[in-house]
Structure formats: structure tokens, C-alpha cells
């Protein structure tokens, strides 16, 4: 059991009624939330279904409450710990007695406690949309039959729910069962004459408990006919409450806010604050000059030696942003297994500490402290970078920061094993992340170079601004005198984005390379296994996926060696463009991405947006915009990212709050270079003037914030995310690490950019210990899908081989 952890998701506390919601871990718990705040005039408050009662007195805790909503969850209505203390609400009685609606898990355990039995649905319906006949009746008085999102593999079961003709479904003949009323019902089509009548809304004869099967929060339901249900029935609630001895005694304030635990970060805050950051100033310095037609790898060639700690970001398809070094230059890292906290300063001497025994709480922590006690206040409006942190985090990071990280009891049998706990030399840090005072901005769309400095010093006539300005002007004239005499195309060959002889030479490096894939009997059976949790009700959609490994040979020249990476990211960039390509040297680990998916972008000043993909199709020959679109269009496509749309609104209502989330685009499908995908856009608003925590009220805070709260994709694992996350750990058995991480910056300005680490290769060999001989060095990437009701073992494994393709061909050599 857990203690008792009240919060609330609007932040304004007033004279609204007040609704309690019981919250059995969905990934959609605050889109009912907001739903409930935003049409009605509520104030909800949320206790997860695994708390205790506070004060172990559930009736004292119930008066403070006009009505109960419980809501949708993973698993069974059977299984205490799916529904925990939904189960006390059914003994109510008396005066004790409150209005309660339970949605989708809510509802089940509704009917069971009236004595239905729960079955099995034999085709569950995850994602998809169906219109739904009403009775004129109770709260459904006046509606008219309408379409609502569905997320169920159970179904409350009447006992006469095989029909022979759809006509008997119009009846109101089977309308009730013991104690409960139906008002509302779907029929599905199993087989030519028969028929299967699901109940889809029901209310107790004798109290006032309702329930839905249908997800009325969901962005594809009927808006307007949920809104307008939702008002009956708290209509109806109000005047059992008018009519009833339920006498409502807001609880005080004070019992609700449970005590944020501060952890000791200032060991190492001080030493960050006071040595490592201490020369980076209040303003962004900034030259700038035009681009020219370079590359921006070619700009980054100029300034970092191969294999030292960079990254060079792309954010968006527009800004490419990458670090230079400077004299304090310093980075950070930090291992979930481990719990270490690990500062390396990289001057002239390389000077390592490590912290031991440091919460993740700790980090997240730091890096808001840091991010806000440096802020920058001046700078080029027009970049979003003005120095700060670039870098990643894993997607063990993520997990480990979900509410029941590995102790759920969904994964007892071999949580020991859990790939989550697993450590060896070939394991990338958790987080990795670059201080960057000095850097440069291309903006490709603008094509303007910005030179940027935090540091007093680097603006001083001869400084490093100018020096660095001149050294491109030179490169630039370099270039531009070739042209001049003649030699054009030898000029551009030269400053394209792989030259022929590198070309040539990455061709030598990768000769010998082994490439192992997923084994395909093992991931087809995956997919079954992921199925089964489906028609359990375990998981709306688990997005599965597998490891390559590719093992490329050791190098004795330790320039090649330290070259190769960079050139292997090239190769990514020249045959597989991506709006979000990356490269990362940090520490042992080297990273070449390629991905097309934002995950999140904040800016300065209160929007926040992310963009999950679902739904994919290969560009074959003959493949078009429009063909793709229509392939996209069907139930099992459209239900995939739908139920991903659902769970983003999710995560940026637990930041922004009611009211403050807007689906901008739902179901587009996009040209994604190699690959047409279906995304989604959803951007959310903070109010800053209601920060709970005002030392934290910084755009860079809410960011981290988001961050902390919303990671691992929720694109890369599926729906609810932490049931699906420990189900998808068990059945891959591997550990994802870098991939379906995230990458990206931490601008001191308060903005921020990350992609979701697909379409990525990355390595954690260490290759660089003199002492011992060079070995060969093994890259990791990982490629995968969403595995919903509707998928097929083939079309899975299809699905994953062709993304996989667009990294793997990379790494074969041209002949
Ligand atoms: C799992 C991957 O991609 C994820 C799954 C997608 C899908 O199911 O269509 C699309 C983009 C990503 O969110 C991958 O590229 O490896
Ligand atoms: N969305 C839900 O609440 C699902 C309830 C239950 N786990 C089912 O699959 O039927």
C-alpha cells in the first residue's frame, strides 16, 4: 500500500464543489480530470487506487467530497490491486451514501460488485470509435445516440449478450440486471447473426452510483454529447446531494498537501554553482554572419577534434546547434543502477568525482537549480539556444522515475532480472549532458551562423567571438576563392557533407563489420506474448522492439578510431536527413541519430509541445503522400496514435493543468524522408502566476519538470505507460538504454528541445584505455512498433525491418 499522496490538478482552490477522483494509474486519468474541472464547477483532488484512506477513515474523508469519480485503469475489477480502494466506495451506505461515476475499470467494478461476471471481449477494442445507442433515459435523457472512444478488453456481462439480429439491440428489453439500469449499449459484429450487446452506461435503482464503459475524455468521443452527459449526471448528483443526508465538510487544506521530501543536493550544487559555472554571465555574447551555403557539420569539423566531448544538435529540421569547447568546459552524468552522480571537468587535465548513493529526485533536482540560478537574461531573440546543457537521457531514466519503478506487482516473478537492474561496461550512462558556454546556431532556414558565448571575456575586442568569426569569414573565402578560380565542383566536393574521400575511408572503417538482428520466430512470439496482455486488459497497445547489435572492427590508429564516429554520423545525415539528427561524443559513449520525432519543445515563455508518431509506411516505389494517407486511415492506424494523442494530453494536463491543453493537429499524416508517419500535435499552456513551488516557477523549471514527469516517450512504450513498461521490460528482456531516450538542450534562456532517440545507433564501448590493445567496437540500435489487437506477426515484424533499414544500411560497407 502506499501512503497516502493527495495532489491536485487545477491549482486554484475556491468555493467549486468538490469531486474526489480515484486514479487506478491510466494514462488518461488527467484528461477526466480536466474534463470533469473543465465543465464543471469542481475542484478535483486524486488518490491513486493503492493508497490508504487518510486517517484509515474513509467515511470522515468522503464527507469532505459531493461526489466520486473512479476511473479507467489496467487489469481486472477482480484484481485488488488494479482497483484497491474503488472496492470500499460499493459499501457505502446510509448516510454516507455520495454520487459516484465510474469510468471504463470504474464501471466493471461496478457491475461486479452488482454481481455481473467480467469476461473476456474476443476482440478487444482499444482506440476505437463507435456509436453507441442511448436510452431516454436518466442522465441520458434527451441525448441522442453519438460516437465515443473505446479502451477495453472486458465487458461487464448481462448474461444475454449473444444476439441473433442487430434489431433486438434497440430494445429496451434487456435493460436491466439486479440493481443496475443500462442505459446505453454498443453492438459488435462478431460473425454473420451474431451479435454481441456490450453495455455501455449504467445507474444503480436504489443509489446514486453511474457508470460508463466508454472513455467520455477521449479527444475523438463526442465532445459535445460528453459535455452535455457530464452535466446531467452532475446535475442528477447535485440533487441526490440536495435531497440526501450527505453533508459535504470541505476538508482543510492542510490535510491534503503531503510533504515534499527536499533532497540534499547542496554538495553538489556548490561545487557546480561556485567552480564550474562561476564564469558564465547573466547575457548570451552573439556575432553573427551569413551561412553561405556551408554545412553545418562543416562548421562543426572546424572547431572540435574528433572524439571530443560535442554534440551537435538538430532541432526541428531548423537549428543546428552545436557546443565548442572553453577553458571550464565540464559535463555530468548519471546511472539509474548505480545511483551515481558523476562531474567530469575537461580541461587541459581531465579531473573526475564521482557522488554516490544520489536519488534521480536529486538530479532532476541540480539540473533545475543550475538551470534557474543561471539563467540568462540577454541574448539573439531569434535562437533558442543560448547556451546550457546538450545531452540525453536514457530510457531506464524514464522508468526508473515512473510511480512504481520495477516493485510493481505486476512484475514479481523476475523483477531481480528485470533488464531495467542490469549493468555491464557496455551500459550508456542514464543521463549525459554537456555544460556549453560557447556555441554556434545555424539557423538553415535564415541561413545565418550565430557565434554565442556566455563568457564576459569571449566579447572583448580580440576575443574569442572575433576569433571565432574571423576563422569561418577565412573558411568561408577559402572556399569561395577555390570556386572563383575554377575549380567549382572540387570546391564543393570538398565542403559537401561527405567528401569522397571520406566517403572512401568510412567504407575501409566499416569493412568486417557484423550486423545481428532480432531473431524473427523470437519476435513474432513477442508479439503474441504482447497480445495476450492485451485481451487480458492489461495494455492498450505496447510498443515492442527489438536490438541489433553491430560489431565493427578494432582500429589501431587512434585517429581513425576517434574519427569514425563522427563519420558514421555523417553517412546517417547524408543518406537518412532527419528533422532531428544528432550527434553526440560523450565520455565512452558516440551517438549518430537520425530521428524524425520531436518528443518535446518548450519555449521561453509558456508553451510546451509534443509530437508523437504512430503509424508508419515504407516509401516503395509508387508510394505516395496520398496512398500513404489512405493506408493510415484505417481503424488499426488511426487507433494506434489515437491512443497516444490520449495519453500526451494526459501528460501535459499533470503539467499545465485544466483548461490549458489544445490538440493542434490530430492524425496528420507527414513525409518523413524514407517513411510516411501519422503524428500528432498536442501544446499545452503553463500558468506561471500559480506555480506551487515558486522557486521553481522558470520556463527551464516547468521544462525539466515535464520532462521529469513524461519520459519514457510515451510513443515508445504505449498505453497506460507504466502497466505497459513493466509488461514490455519482461517480454524484450533487453535494456534500451540510449534508444527511446530522449536527446536534446537545456537552454539557459528557459527553452528547451528533445527528440525521441529512434532511428539512433549508438556505442558505450571504451575504447580509448591506453593500456590495453584496441578492440573491436559494438553499436547498439534498437527498432520496434506499436503492437495493438489489430497488429499482424508479419506486418509487425515488416514494420520493424524497415525502420531498422534506414540505420542498419549505414553501417555496410558501399561494396
Ligand atoms: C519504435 C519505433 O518508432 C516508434 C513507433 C512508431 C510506430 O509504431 O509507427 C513510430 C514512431 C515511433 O514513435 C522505432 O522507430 O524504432
Ligand atoms: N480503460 C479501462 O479502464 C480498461 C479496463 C480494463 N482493464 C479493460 O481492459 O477492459
Not at 557565434?451 to 573558411?475: A, C, H, M
Not at 521561453?604 to 503522400?625: A, D, F, I, N, Y
Request: with cysteine; hydrophobic share 35%; charged share 25%.
Amino acid at each position: 500500500m502506499h501512503s497516502t499522496d493527495v495532489r491536485t490538478l487545477s491549482a486554484s482552490a475556491s468555493t467549486k464543489k468538490n469531486v474526489l477522483y480515484l486514479d487506478a494509474y491510466d494514462s488518461f486519468s488527467n484528461n477526466v480530470i480536466s474534463m470533469l474541472e473543465e465543465n464543471l464547477d469542481v475542484k478535483v483532488t486524486v488518490l491513486t487506487v493503492d493508497s490508504e484512506w487518510p486517517n484509515g477513515d474513509m467515511r470522515g474523508f468522503l464527507r469532505g467530497f459531493d461526489a466520486v469519480v473512479l476511473g479507467p485503469g489496467p487489469g481486472h475489477p477482480e484484481c485488488a490491486s488494479d482497483v484497491g480502494i474503488m472496492n470500499d466506495i460499493w459499501t457505502l451506505k446510509g448516510e454516507d451514501l455520495l454520487p459516484v461515476l465510474g469510468i471504463c475499470l470504474g464501471f466493471q467494478s461496478l457491475c461486479l460488485s452488482e454481481g455481473l461476471e467480467i469476461k473476456r471481449l474476443p476482440c478487444p477494442l482499444h482506440g476505437q470509435v463507435h456509436r453507441i445507442s442511448v436510452l431516454d433515459k436518466d442522465i441520458f435523457t434527451g441525448i441522442q445516440d453519438f460516437e465515443v472512444t473505446l479502451y477495453h478488453s472486458l465487458y461487464a456481462s448481462t448474461g444475454c449478450e449473444t444476439l441473433a439480429t442487430p434489431e433486438d439491440l434497440d430494445t429496451d428489453r434487456f435493460s436491466e440486471s439486479g440493481n443496475l439500469s443500462f442505459l446505453a449499449w454498443l453492438s459488435v459484429k462478431e460473425a454473420d447473426s451474431v451479435y454481441r450487446r456490450l453495455p455501455m452506461g449504467a445507474r444503480h435503482k436504489s443509489k446514486p452510483f453511474w457508470g460508463f464503459q466508454f472513455h467520455p475524455e477521449s479527444c475523438k468521443s463526442d465532445g459535445n454529447a460528453c459535455k452535455a452527459l457530464l452535466r446531467k449526471w452532475w446535475a442528477a448528483s447535485m440533487e441526490f446531494n440536495r435531497t440526501s443526508e450527505h453533508v459535504v465538510r470541505p476538508l482543510s487544506k492542510d490535510k491534503l498537501i503531503s510533504t515534499l521530501q527536499i533532497p540534499d543536493v547542496q554538495e553538489i550544487l556548490s561545487r557546480i554553482l561556485d567552480q564550474l559555472t562561476a564564469e558564465s554571465s547573466k547575457t548570451c555574447f552573439h556575432r553573427s554572419l551569413p551561412l553561405h551555403g556551408l554545412y553545418p557539420e562543416n562548421i562543426f569539423e572546424l572547431f572540435n577534434t574528433p572524439g571530443s566531448p560535442s554534440v551537435l544538435f538538430q532541432s526541428n529540421g531548423r537549428f543546428s546547434i552545436m557546443s565548442l569547447s572553453s577553458p571550464r568546459t565540464w559535463r555530468l552524468e548519471y546511472s539509474v543502477p548505480k545511483k551515481t552522480f558523476m562531474i567530469e571537468e575537461l580541461g587541459t587535465i581531465t579531473n573526475t568525482t564521482t557522488y554516490r548513493d544520489i536519488s534521480l529526485e536529486t538530479l532532476w533536482q541540480v539540473l533545475k537549480h543550475v538551470m534557474d540560478i543561471k539563467k540568462v537574461t540577454l541574448g539573439k531573440d531569434s535562437i533558442p539556444f543560448w547556451g546550457g546543457f546538450l545531452g540525453y537521457f536514457s530510457y531506464e531514466m524514464g522508468l526508473a522515475g515512473l510511480s512504481h519503478p520495477k516493485t510493481s506487482p505486476v512484475v514479481t516473478s523476475n523483477a531481480e532480472d528485470s533488464s531495467f537492474t542490469q549493468e555491464d561496461e557496455t551500459s550508456a550512462p542514464d543521463a549525459s549532458l554537456l555544460w556549453v558556454e560557447r556555441s554556434i546556431v545555424i539557423d538553415n532556414v535564415l541561413q545565418t551562423i550565430s557565434i554565442q558565448s556566455t563568457r564576459e571575456v569571449d566579447n572583448q575586442p580580440g576575443g574569442w567571438l572575433e576569433t571565432i568569426y574571423q576563422k569561418i569569414e577565412q573558411f568561408h573565402s577559402r572556399t569561395s576563392q577555390v570556386v572563383e578560380i575554377g575549380h567549382k565542383s572540387a570546391a564543393l566536393e570538398q565542403y559537401s557533407l561527405l567528401t569522397s574521400a571520406e566517403r572512401e575511408l568510412i567504407d575501409q572503417l566499416l569493412q568486417g563489420s557484423t550486423v545481428k538482428i532480432p531473431d524473427e520466430t523470437t519476435y513474432k512470439s513477442q508479439i503474441a506474448e504482447c497480445q495476450e496482455e492485451l485481451k487480458a486488459g492489461e495494455s492498450y497497445e505496447l510498443c515492442l522492439t527489438g536490438e541489433t547489435t553491430i560489431t565493427l572492427p578494432a582500429i589501431a590508429d587512434a585517429r581513425f578510431r576517434k574519427l569514425r564516429p563522427w563519420l558514421i554520423y555523417k553517412k546517417l545525415k547524408t543518406y537518412n536527413p532527419a528533422a532531428f539528427s544528432a550527434y553526440g561524443s560523450l565520455g565512452k559513449v558516440k551517438i549518430a541519430s537520425s530521428s524524425p520525432e520531436c518528443f518535446l519543445i518548450w519555449d521561453r515563455t509558456s508553451t510546451l509541445e509534443m509530437k508523437p508518431m504512430k503509424g508508419t509506411v515504407r516509401k516503395s516505389p509508387g508510394m505516395t503522400l496520398e496512398k500513404a494517407k489512405e493506408i493510415l486511415a484505417t481503424t488499426k492506424e488511426m487507433a494506434e496514435n489515437l491512443m497516444i494523442a490520449d495519453l500526451i494530453r494526459h501528460d501535459l494536463y499533470g503539467i499545465c493543468g485544466s483548461g490549458n491543453v489544445h490538440v493542434e493537429k490530430l492524425l496528420d499524416v507527414e513525409d518523413y524522408g524514407r517513411v510516411y508517419s501519422m503524428v500528432t500535435h498536442v501544446k499545452g499552456i503553463v500558468d506561471r502566476s500559480t506555480a506551487k513551488d515558486s522557486k521553481h516557477d522558470s520556463m527551464a523549471a516547468y521544462g525539466l519538470t515535464t520532462l521529469q514527469r513524461t519520459l519514457p516517450p510515451g510513443s515508445m512504450t504505449g498505453a497506460p505507460k507504466e502497466r505497459s513498461c513493466m509488461h514490455l521490460d519482461r517480454i524484450e528482456g533487453w535494456k534500451r538504454g540510449i534508444y527511446s531516450g530522449v536527446m536534446g538542450y537545456l537552454d539557459l534562456g528557459g527553452s528547451g528541445s528533445f527528440s525521441v532517440l529512434i532511428r539512433t545507433a549508438f556505442s558505450s564501448s571504451d575504447n580509448e584505455d591506453a593500456a590495453s590493445a584496441p578492440k573491436p567496437e559494438v553499436w547498439r540500435l534498437g527498432a520496434g512498433g506499436a503492437v495493438t489487437i489489430l497488429s499482424t506477426p508479419q506486418g509487425e515484424w515488416d514494420e520493424m525491418i524497415t525502420k531498422l533499414r534506414t540505420v542498419v544500411s549505414i553501417f555496410e560497407p558501399a561494396k
